[in-house]
């Protein structure tokens, strides 16, 4: 069973930085793409980045340039480093992984998705 774990969450004044991680466990054998979403209270889950197992990688527009995803070399572990965060970044973030590796969208009711608990983000002004 895959099961994933975000940590790194916390609270930060707007322009600092935070670094999310993401630790996939259980028995994976097929490529795999990684997101990151986000969902504000009272707001639907957004999209904020994705990549897949080739390194592709895909923003929302509303990051682009703050916000950088990776993964480690066994594709275990996966990252989100947000830097120049503003107060509309306040939300609680989930990792997704795509078991089709994909680059595009995940919807929670994704069949061949997984995803972790979420992790709380707070940027104050």
């Known amino acids: 069973q895959v099961q994933l774990a975000e940590s790194g969450g916390g609270g930060v004044q707007a322009g600092g930085s935070l670094r999310l991680a993401c630790v996939v466990s259980?028995?994976?054998?097929?490529?795999?793409?990684m997101g990151w979403y986000r969902q504000a209270p009272g707001e639907q889950r957004e999209l904020v980045a994705t990549i897949t197992d080739g390194g592709n990688t895909n923003y929302a527009d509303s990051v682009k340039g703050r916000f950088t995803i990776s993964r480690d070399n066994a594709k275990t572990t996966g990252y989100l480093q947000m830097n120049s965060l503003k107060p509309e970044d306040t939300a609680v973030y989930y990792c997704?992984?795509?078991?089709?590796?994909?680059?595009?969208?995940?919807?929670?009711?994704?069949?061949?998705?997984?995803w972790g608990q979420g992790t709380q983000v707070t940027v104050s002004s």
């Open positions: 997704c992984l795509d078991l089709l590796n994909r680059s595009q969208r995940i919807y929670l009711n994704d069949p061949f998705a997984r």
């Open positions: 259980g028995n994976i054998r097929s490529l795999t793409a």
